[in-house]
């Protein structure tokens, strides 16, 4: 059904399953666009996009900026590195002064939590959160979401693994929202130092046996695991973490049956997933960068359109 | 809004005579089916651009006609000024155009506003020889230099009529109507 309104996608925690199905399914759409011949449409003539990443990606960046032109809005980069943010510039004074220069859509990437929220009530321009802290990235697990639908069908009562670093995770946070939404069951995997406290009461279960809870699921999506916790002193080494947590082709044969497995990138190799396994049977890393162009094709489409609702 | 019938333009008997006359007209136009394909616009070109092709194959006694299915929603050219953000559904056109004779297919030819998105639209596919456009009902009132190549039937109506198109595929019976809308209050 059509009809399901976006003023700002600033999360997935407390999006109804009808706007994530409405996303999802006009993602299906961009999917076919992508294959054209000519994979490009005029929806977004006139809109201009602003993609303002206060943190470094490259990937997300690329994904959105690809994203916009295909549906031909004008897009305009700001990246923290090169500009007035290193004069000290706040970074409400420097969406306000984008804003000034009439954008419609902008694209926040940000270090702290919450950054692309506290812009959304500021400013009128639609606000697209591309990863705030760790706490949420809501086209990521809409990609994720988008992948899993073609592989394996509907999302109700799948069974996903999200294994590793969860208590640094924006991909995990939001993977856990939507897919509760979406009726599929979680478990969270990974070292105690890890693990936020706040999990349990997001309906999801918690074990710190990976062998464990390979035998459960159906569908393993490993985090990346950040070097910089090693110095925090989280884990005690790389090589323990991989002992305990890393993804390898001898865990998964000893699990038995056949696992979807997923990554966001950047990937370490040989610590928490081994070569094999990311680039072997079931893999469907890549296939999740190819749709995360359509996921955010579908996002900046419904949110362009019509006419803006005043909050 | 009610709707108050004026007057029956097509019954299902008086449609399929009518959509048989354009299949023969897009025969004779294209010299036989070589190199053609029939595209409906959806919804309802959609069943229409099939029946076409069904009634060509059976009239040539030949193989099939590729048909193919094209949703314009993202080549419209209101969409920044609609209140709702109209529904994206799925293109499928299983077949190369190039240089192909296209028939692009819809059911009401009105503003020419759905026929300029639909050849913006084709054009994403490849360059097909031509691109022809056939329509059940021609009700006029163009907003752009577009026109119809094959016409079932010209219909004369005023503003505040609309003509409503029920195929079996969509709406359970083949019926052609002009209708006098107005609005409640």
Redesign the interface.
Known sequence: M??V?FNHLLGLEGLSREAIT?ILD?A???L??LE????????LR??TVANLFFEPSTRTRISFELAEKRLSADVTNFSASDSSLSKGETMLDTARNIEAMKVDVVVVRHFAQGAPHFLANRISAAVINAGDGAHEHPTQALLDMLTLRHQIGALDDLKVLILGDIAHSRVARSNIWGLRTMGANVKLCGPLALMPREVEQMGVEVTYDLNEALAWCDVVNVLRLQLERQREGLIPSLRDYQRSFGLTRRRLEQAGGEKVIMHPGPINRGVEIDSDVADGPGSVILRQVTYGVAVRMAVL??I????RLIE | MTEKVRQQIFDAVGMERTLARLAHEILEANAGLAGLALIGIRTRGAPLAERLAALISGIEQAEEVPVGILDITLHRDDYLMARKTPQVRATEIPFGINDRNVVLVDDVLFTGRTARAALDAILAYGRPATIQLAVLIDRGHREMPIQGDFVGKKVVTLPGEEVLVCLKEVDGRDEVILVETSDDN
């Open positions: 059509n009809g309104r409405e006009s299906e759409v961009f076919e666009v054209r011949p000519i994979p490009k449409v005029p929806s006139g809109v489409y419904l362009s359109g019509g006419e």
